[in-house]
């Protein structure tokens, strides 16, 4: 019966042989590592999706007996065969541990069965765990953003998109509305291309770009793909529906060489063509940068998505936590699905990011959400439910001020470090801590 032994901090100590013939030799490769503490990039994908599925559930760790459903991808093949030759096989057992205490540790002995009856949990929050291991599975080599997850027939299109313009050395555009997260899934489309495409890619926001800017930009791009000897460079133009006529001009001209040393990936608004038809952008470049595009829907017509979405999210900040949150409690899944997030990713982004901060686990409750949010009213119709006057504003107000109290005490109150660790000169660090201050100040006097 395969079996190994996880100690108090999750640090695997030992395992069968059979356990090693069935799980291989990424196996050996976390002998003796902490398991719970790896994080993004520590080892290879492969090891790191077996790590994954050999702990159990956050929720239940500090159970002395339980059982989960393992699942994971192994090679079939000799072990010193090339490993792109050896056949990938998925998984799937039902995990049992049980505790016991030895040298004044507590240690936890897993077996793998497969002769039990399946683990059969139907919480909202375990189906979202196992899809989204399933998806980290999937696309172990390059994660797609949480954009691009879920499970609907739009979502599993919309990545099938990207595969093709991964593929495609055309110009592509991605048309969204703002905040839609679509600059994540632009360097994604090119993180995914061959290598022969893959030089450095280059964003430039297209509000106040000039002739002379994009000129100079283009040379550099040219530049370090050619110095580098790397792949063809990508220029990465958000909102190029803003691009003044002087800056569309100099692009078309560009572009028209008989020879162009880059790509391009362009964000917009609407279709560039439509806008052409209407008088608002230049129907040549129009046709140049948009041979290819990609439509990503806003939040509001991503109900199907949104939950896989935020576990998702959850999943990123549990990376670079110590102590890794469970999930969601289901009354925090369904007032996300009856807010209203009209189309801003980077909003429900934000949203997550505070509550996941605020949670002391192992769930996140719906007292860890925002205030707008966790006292929202519940509504029959999500689509009609319209947001209060300055929420947003409160919102990020909420976020900055809990993100500065955490540098300050990360960093044991000394401002200039705090300062650096968000990214912010002393003086803006300083006006920020002054200006949150005097809102709250404001806020208990108008409570009072």
Known sequence: MPAYLLDEHWTLRFFNSACEKLLGAALSKLQSIQLAALGPGDLSSEVMSLAHAMLPPVDLRNNETGQFRFSAVSLEGPQNEDPSKRREVFLEYVARWTCFSADDSRCRLVTLHRDLPEVTDSSLSRRLQDDWLRTRRSYADLPPPCQLLGSSIYAETLREQVRVAQQFSGAVEIVAAPGSGEEAIARYVHQGRPASLQGPLIALECTLLDAELLQTTLRELVRASQEAGLGTGCLLLLNIHRLAESGQLELLNLLSFPQVLFT?????????????????????????????????????????????????????????????????????????????????????????????????????????????????????????????????????????????????????????????????????????????????????????
């Open 264 to 448: 391009t990936i362009v964000t917009t608004n609407r279709p560039m063509l439509e806008l052409a038809n209407e008088g608002q952008f230049s129907e040549d470049l129009a046709r140049k940068l948009s041979i290819m595009s990609l439509a990503v829907l806003p939040m509001e017509q991503r109900n199907h998505d949104l939950l896989e979405i935020a576990h998702a999210l959850l999943q990123n900040h549990n990376e670079r936590r110590k102590e890794p949150l469970a999930g969601f409690s289901e009354e925090t899944l369904q007032r996300f699905v009856q807010s209203s997030w009209r189309h801003d990713f980077e909003q429900f982004e934000r949203v997550i990011e505070l509550a996941v901060l605020r949670a002391a686990g192992p769930w996140v409750e719906i007292a860890d959400l925002p205030q707008s949010l966790s006292r929202a009213p519940v509504v029959a119709d999500h689509a009609v439910w319209k947001l209060e006057p300055m929420v947003l504003e409160r919102f990020l107000s909420e976020v900055e001020l809990l993100l500065i109290q955490k540098a300050l005490d990360q960093c044991h109150g000394n401002k200039t470090k705090a300062a650096q660790l968000l990214g912010m000169t002393r003086g803006t660090f300083h006006r920020k801590v002054v200006q949150l201050d005097a809102g709250e100040r404001a806020g208990e006097e108008h409570g009072t």
